[in-house]
């Protein structure tokens, strides 16, 4: 990670070790009772082998699982929602939500929150996106299963500085899709693509942390990549010198920043329009929650969750408890990763050290 990004906004190894040593993971983790605690575990894309045990644990212990509006509840009124009370959160809204999630919690009587990204969704059936089409998402919001919420409208990651770090090599089609930088945000998203060998990439940050966006010299970046496609396209990155060649090209590059009042904006039209679309789209006024992208929330972005009618918003702060609990911050709610689910109290349980 670069020097440039804030340790708050890092995870990682070292994070983790922080967050042990700091007394952030509760005692139930190691052993102990849930307490008044509610813990709420994160997904991502899930596959069958690896959800059912994890529903059968819990469906063995006797957990029930509980949706955004209980969470509010717990922490603004003090309400506990029950003893073995538990969140489970499905981030982005991948088609494995709908394919794998939705009919095995219907199978074990549980309920969930997915944390869709409306600019992500498209509507065609044939779609080739790995997210749900707008269909798919109206079918897991009228299933009874899923309680629908935003991850935002766009989940963008954007360049925030003109300190070169690399070009888009062939590799770059191994990094996580999500952590594409952005090229546009308006009617719909499009991020720096993996055939795109040879643009220059810089320093990278959330939307929704306080950096200022940098809109990167396109004219630099076509240079690089007709470097790249005159001389041999992927082929050209098995040579020695292929990083001091682009980076000769990527000279005297004229980007820019945005002002201060065009950053505010966006990140305002992030939280609003990601809450409007959905709602728009599902025929509801439900959405009112928010999982903010890979947990980072800037000063910008936490005065803004109130304004745009958010209750809650899910978001990393370190020294932080992963666990919630009445009186907690209702905008910088806490989650666990889901491989820590069988630590929770009952048979079979797992501890800490074995989970990791």
Known sequence: MNARVPFAERGGQLRGLLDLATGCYPAFLFGGSLGDLVPAFHFHDVTREELEPQLQYLSENGYQTIDCDQIKRLVVDGVHPGPRSIALTFDDAWVSVWSVAMPLLKQYGMRAVVFAIPGRIEESVGSTSPFVTWTQLRELYTSGVFDVQSHTRSHAMMFCDAQLV???????????????????????????????????????????????????????????????????????????????????????????????????????????????????????????????????????????????????????????????????????????????????????????????
């Open 166 to 356: 690399t070009f888009v090599t062939p590799d770059y089609a191994r990094e996580p899709f999500l952590n594409h930088p952005v090229t546009t945000m308006d009617n719909r998203v499009a991020t720096v693509d993996d055939d795109a060998l040879g643009t220059p990439l810089y320093v990278r940050r959330s939307r929704m942390s306080d950096a200022r966006r940098y809109f990167a010299d396109e004219m630099v970046a076509d240079r690089c990549r007709r470097h790249v496609r005159a001389n041999g396209g992927a082929s050209f990155f098995a040579r020695p010198d292929w990083q001091r060649e682009l980076t000769a090209l990527n000279r005297d590059p004229h980007g820019r920043f945005e002002d201060d009042a065009s950053r505010t904006a966006t990140i305002r039209r992030e939280l609003a329009d990601g809450r409007a679309l959905l709602n728009e789209q599902l025929g509801t006024t439900t959405v009112k929650h928010v999982a903010l992208p890979w947990g980072i929330s800037g000063r910008m972005t936490r005065a803004e969750l109130e304004a745009t009618g958010h209750e809650t918003a899910f978001a990393e702060r370190p020294l932080l408890r992963r666990s919630i609990g009445a009186g907690d911050d209702r905008f910088q709610l806490m989650r666990l990763n889901n491989k820590f689910l069988t630590c929770l109290p009952g048979r079979g349980r797992r501890w800490f050290f074995s989970a990791v």
